[in-house]
């Protein structure tokens, strides 16, 4: 596999709409073949996506509670069931064509679940797979998921990682649909906080390893005017 040129975008705090809005319109541009692979980075307020299998029945309070929460509630086109988004989680979203990567998409789910693993083994904390439920997982506790979507054989969505996360939130629902699931953080796991730059790097190094990319830094601005 040839090394890729490839971008590498942080839209930084933003919310969830905008945030997935502005990643449509790099996807149809890959689509399109007027950009490179690139992966898109991201902090969202406090949110709950839902997937397209999953059910409203698994957020466990009514949408009045969410509201004086401040917790936002959008319906995605990705794989899975429920989960929170919010600051301290990153979620980064590899934009590739699995041809160029020689993988399918269930292949390609498990490769995002690799990375996840071994991003986690560079602070010491040594993750899992689980063959039932997708992600990776400090014991019996869910630290990092994935729910990809795939569009003409383009990936979209990808994964997210608890870093600093508040987990109180995964109380108001069964997180991607499990009952009583336990979801722990990087913070949680390791006792202290972790630096959220520290995990973007090597991120950027695991990914960039894995699907054979060579990774600039690009901005929206400079995106768009592709």
Known sequence: MN????YWLDLGFMPYTPAFAFQEKVLEARIEGHLPPIIILQENPPTFTLGRSGSENNILVSPAELATRGIELINVNRGGDVTYHGPGQLIASPLLYLGDVDLNANQYMHRIEDVLIKVLDEFGLKAIK???????????????????GVRHGF?????????????????LINPCGVVAMPVTSM??????PVLVSDVKTILRKIIASTFKLDLMDVTPVEILKN
């Open 187 to 192: 913070q949680a796991a390791l006792g202290h």
């Open 130 to 148: 689980r063959d039932d439920y997708p992600g990776a997982w400090l014991g019996d506790a869910k630290v990092g998921a994935v729910g990809i």
């Open 155 to 171: 990936t979209f969505h990808g994964l997210s990682l608890n870093i600093n996360l508040d987990l109180s939130p995964f109380e």
């Open 3 to 6: 090394i890729m040129k490839s």
